[in-house]
């Protein structure tokens, strides 16, 4: 079955170290978003890719980065995280960016300690 | 903020029963979408209803759309246990390609 899947589901990392978080699709589509998701809260879009276009949101912190290699592959990189940056993070792909719904992948739920 | 507020915040009724929950905006849009979330998952579409529609049926779900006040509802008749999650609307804007989500409702059913 065509899908978005994130890897890993669950990922523990420390103060300022490093992780990278990564999403693929079996859909072909267009365009992938990452979203951040903190408990009881709307899901907040971070960036998005349409094809090979980055589109950054405006109040995205520097400290968020991401990587688009294919059609198929995304990756989240978060350079230095901190207490704050715990969180959902949900991956998701659209044939375009207005009027299409989007398929959600099951999320990576980070923790930093 | 163009974010979507919905109301309830939550929502608890018994198996059965239909569930109605509501979506306000602020500004103009292009399309209003429904999405649910079961804890700690990924969200799943539900419909998509367009801005010079009206209403949009899926099963049991009924969406109605009132762009002249700027609200939408999500019912789902005869709810089942499994019907339990957060239910989210989303907006795109005219100018604005982003989906907006709203604050969802928590919905829960009783056995």
């Known amino acids: 079955d065509a899908m978005v899947i994130q890897n890993p589901r669950y990922q523990v990392t420390q103060f300022g170290k490093p992780v990278t978080l990564s999403c693929s699709q079996t859909l072909n589509h267009n365009v992938m978003y990452w979203y951040q998701q903190k408990s009881s809260q709307a899901p907040k879009l971070l960036f998005h890719?349409?094809?090979?276009?980055?589109?950054n949101e405006a109040d995205t912190p520097d400290n968020f980065q991401s990587r688009r290699p294919n059609t198929s592959f995304c990756f989240l990189d978060i350079r230095s995280p901190g207490l704050g940056d715990a969180a959902m993070y949900l991956c998701?792909?659209?044939?375009?960016?207005?009027?299409?719904?989007?398929?959600f992948g099951p999320g990576t739920r980070l923790t930093v300690t | 903020s163009q974010q979507g507020e919905e109301d309830p915040q939550a929502l608890s009724i018994q198996e059965g029963e239909n569930a109605t929950m509501n979506c306000s905006y602020k500004t103009s849009i292009n399309n209003l979408q429904w999405y649910r979330q079961n804890s700690g998952r990924g969200l799943v579409h539900l419909i998509l209803i367009r801005s010079n529609e009206r209403e949009k049926h899926s099963g049991r779900l009924r969406v109605t759309l009132d762009t002249s006040k700027k609200s939408s509802s999500l019912l789902i008749t005869a709810s089942r246990a499994a019907d339990t999650a957060s239910y989210f609307c989303a907006t795109d804007f005219f100018g604005n390609e982003k989906l907006t989500f709203g604050t969802g409702t928590r919905l829960t059913i009783i056995p």
């Open positions: 890719y349409y094809d090979k276009d980055f589109n």
């Open positions: 998701a792909t659209s044939r375009g960016t207005v009027s299409y719904e989007q398929y």
